[in-house]
């Protein structure tokens, strides 16, 4: 199975605390992604990246930085953490190979438990 | 630039009985589309995949979905919804240029007894 895993589950920080989100995949996927999740919004993309050291920004990039320097680990950086960036964040990863119709093969965009952050 | 509806917010269907559950897409050609579940406080579970060929898709779990290009909608279905299944539901859609997913706001699917 694939598995992506993000290592903090509930997280609670102070306003202008940096804080990293990690993120790692064990099925070698090219493409790697971060979202977040509000009520009513549904999942809106933050940044992500299709290779090492690569990456691209998605709808709501501000006040979020990236770092990929391995292929199977992405991080997400709040700089300094605001209020407004209490949400639920979600990691997910695909492999750009593969156009199998079969609901495990590639392309096939797989995704971590979420990683909930309270900003106070 | 692609977006994806789902009209209702919550539905609330009795045990047993059959689930639609509507999705309408905006995209300039074919889209890939998907349908995710996401269990409270969990991450998102893939139910099924639409890239081309037969427009009726089946998935995971007893759920189908079909692919109406003419109304540019992808309803998932199913024919009788179990107590398990209470939880909530994207719909996604995605360019073939890329892996980005765009995201409805999501429809909360809540089974009574």
């Known amino acids: 199975d694939v598995k992506v895993t993000q290592s903090s589950r509930y997280l609670v920080k102070r306003t202008g605390e940096k804080v990293f989100l990690e993120c790692v995949q064990d099925?070698?996927?090219?493409?790697m992604f971060w979202y977040r999740q509000d009520p009513g919004l549904g999942l809106r993309l933050i940044y992500f990246?299709?290779?090492?050291?690569?990456?691209e920004k998605g709808d709501i990039p501000e006040g979020y930085s990236v770092s990929r320097e391995k292929k199977e680990r992405f991080s997400l950086i709040l700089e300094s953490a605001s209020t407004n960036q209490t949400s639920m964040y979600l990691c997910?990863?695909?492999?750009?190979?593969?156009?199998?119709?079969?609901?495990?093969?590639?392309?096939?965009?797989?995704f971590g438990e979420g990683s909930w952050l309270t900003v106070v | 630039a692609q977006s994806v509806t789902q009209p209702d917010i919550h539905i609330t269907v009795s045990e047993g009985a059959s689930l639609e559950l509507r999705c309408n897409y905006s995209?300039?050609?074919?889209?890939?589309l998907f349908w995710y579940v996401q269990s409270p406080g969990q991450g998102l579970q893939l139910l099924l995949k639409?890239?081309?060929?037969?427009?009726l898709v089946q998935g995971i779990k007893g759920f189908e979905a079909e692919f109406k290009r003419s109304q540019s909608s992808f309803n998932l279905r199913k024919p009788s919804v179990h107590w398990s299944d209470a939880a909530e539901y994207f719909c996604?859609?995605?360019?073939?240029?890329?892996?980005?997913?765009?995201f409805g706001t999501g429809t909360r699917l809540l089974v009574s007894p």
């Open positions: 099925m070698d996927h090219e493409n």
């Open positions: 990246s299709y290779d090492v050291k690569m990456k």
């Open positions: 997910a990863s695909s492999s750009t190979s593969g156009q199998g119709y079969n609901i495990d093969s590639g392309n096939t965009i797989y």
């Open positions: 639409y890239f081309s060929g037969d427009t």
């Open positions: 996604a859609v995605r360019n073939t240029g890329f892996q980005k997913l765009v």
């Open positions: 995209y300039g050609a074919t889209p890939y």
